[in-house]
């Protein structure tokens, strides 16, 4: 019994090893597939690389995969199809890289899922060549009120309109590429439990990954480990298009370690997103600010994140809109610019980190903002702000502080300030300086400023 129970073992070793080795990714795909009891598309009558529409004879081959209870497996190829309807269970397995779909046009979508659960998409490319998608729809691909959904290893490209839209959705998406998107190229709308992780979104035309809700609300997606590169802001605007990640209205989102470089507008933008937390990101060459929290939330964690390149690294704003309650610290800004989209005099560029109402800034490190390294308050708009232990370099004017009448209290301590051009701790009237050195003045009763080295 032994004897043959090593025999089998050794076999089974050897079956996995040719399994890795035999020929190429593609042969082992299939033979994954084949082993997993899935249906080959082809003895349905659906043939790769065919010159007409494959539409009626795709979509026969997924219903009767589904009624089978089997996947449905795609060898590689070009399958021209158009408005596909995915039913409940549906599981369709390609080669990465070499099954494509490629939309045909005539309005509508390549793909619809709607009201359904359990959909698997794995190894397959969905191509708009860029032609039009119907008016009411917003997606290459859609998904609407699916549970359980997961699209892995596809590639998403050409889209006339966004990638892939879910509305919602349940599920994940991961390790996909989407690029070329004339919109966005995923976005989530009332998410139910999803997850966006390990994708690479590149060269959209308005934002690179969007987690929206149409009314305030718990939403809980967590977007982790993406990178998310070249993003326009085709639409225009002052921030609603341009930015790599965005979260709208979505409440304790959580968007970290993800890779964002060269975005018109924003890295990272949170507007009216409560309990978001904003954690070891690298931000590189944002157009505006880099991080963003805006608007009406309440609750934000922004830590541990690199900001390189930007006309302000880190942004907390709006307490006149209801704005407040964060936490900043540990991150690192540098090369902050004053050259934006905007006049700088209008917006007030330059600036490494901007805090408002009810914030902790401590642990991080600024260099080289040529307005202020740290901005507290605007006008009146402060209230229970601290700022310690931070290290502020070779920055216009280490940090800034509103003077403002109504303005609540601030406390500055424990922070090293070097190398600032224009003083090392200021009072400001909006963006005019209004005091000399505050460290250990007692002049404003609503201000704690001590125990900070200020060197030139």
């Keep these: 019994m032994t004897r043959d129970l090593a025999k089998l073992s050794r076999r089974t070793f050897l079956a996995g090893t040719a399994l890795c080795l ?9 033979k994954v597939a084949d082993l997993r009891g899935s249906i080959d598309s082809a003895d349905l009558g659906l043939l790769p690389n065919a010159a ?18 089997r996947a449905l497996f795609l060898p590689a190829g070009t399958y021209p199809v158009a408005n596909l309807r995915l039913p409940s269970g549906t599981l369709i397995v390609g080669v990465p890289g070499r099954t494509r779909l490629v939309y045909q046009g005539g309005g509508g979508q390549l793909v619809r899922a709607e009201g359904v659960t359990n959909i698997g998409l794995t190894g397959i490319t969905f191509d708009g060549a860029n032609r039009s998608i119907g008016d009411f729809t917003e997606g290459l691909l859609h998904f609407i009120g699916v549970r359980n959904l997961v699209i892995d290893n596809c590639e998403i490209a050409g889209s006339a309109k966004m990638g892939a839209v879910l509305d919602r959705c349940s599920g994940r998406v991961e390790n996909c590429r989407i690029s070329g998107a004339a919109e966005a190229g995923l976005r989530s709308n009332e998410a ?23 009314r305030e609300g718990e939403d809980g ?29 979505a409440h304790g989102v959580m968007i970290a370690n993800n890779r964002v470089a060269d975005c018109a507008f924003s890295a990272i933008r949170s507007n009216t997103g409560s309990n978001v937390q904003i954690i070891g990101n690298s931000c590189l060459r944002s157009g505006e600010t880099a991080i963003y929290s805006e608007f009406g939330f309440q609750g934000a964690v922004i830590s ?11 942004s907390i704003a709006n307490f006149m809109d209801g704005g407040r309650m964060a936490v900043c610290s540990g991150n690192l800004i540098r090369n902050i610019s004053e050259t934006g989209l905007y006049p700088p005099e209008v917006a007030g560029f330059g600036i490494g980190i ?43 004017t280490g940090i800034a502080v509103t003077v403002v009448d109504g303005a609540g209290p601030a406390v500055i301590t424990g922070n090293i300030v070097q190398g600032s051009k224009r003083g090392g701790i200021n009072g400001f009237r909006w963006l005019e300086r209004a005091t000399g050195e505050l460290n250990n003045n007692s002049e404003f009763s609503n201000l704690t400023v001590n125990g900070n080295q200020v060197a030139a």
């Design 22 to 30: 035999s020929g190429t990714a593609a042969t082992a795909q299939m």
């Design 221 to 249: 997606t967590i977007v982790s480990g993406n990178r998310v590169e070249r993003v326009s802001a085709r639409y225009g605007g002052t921030g609603q298009f341009g930015n790599g990640i965005n979260v709208f209205r």
């Design 52 to 69: 007409d529409d494959q539409t009626a004879q795709f979509q026969n081959a997924v219903n009767r995969a589904v009624e089978r209870g």
């Design 354 to 396: 901007a805090a408002e109402a009810d914030t902790a800034l401590t642990g991080n490190i600024i260099e080289g903002a040529p307005k202020f390294g740290m901005m507290l308050g605007w006008g009146p708009y402060m209230r229970n702000v601290t700022a310690s232990q931070n290290v502020l370099r070779d920055c216009g």
């Design 192 to 214: 139910a439990g999803l997850a966006i992780t390990g994708n690479t979104v590149t060269d959209c035309a308005n934002g690179g990954i969007w987690v929206h809700r149409w």
């Design 304 to 314: 541990n994140n690199i900001v390189d390149g930007g006309t302000t690294g880190i």
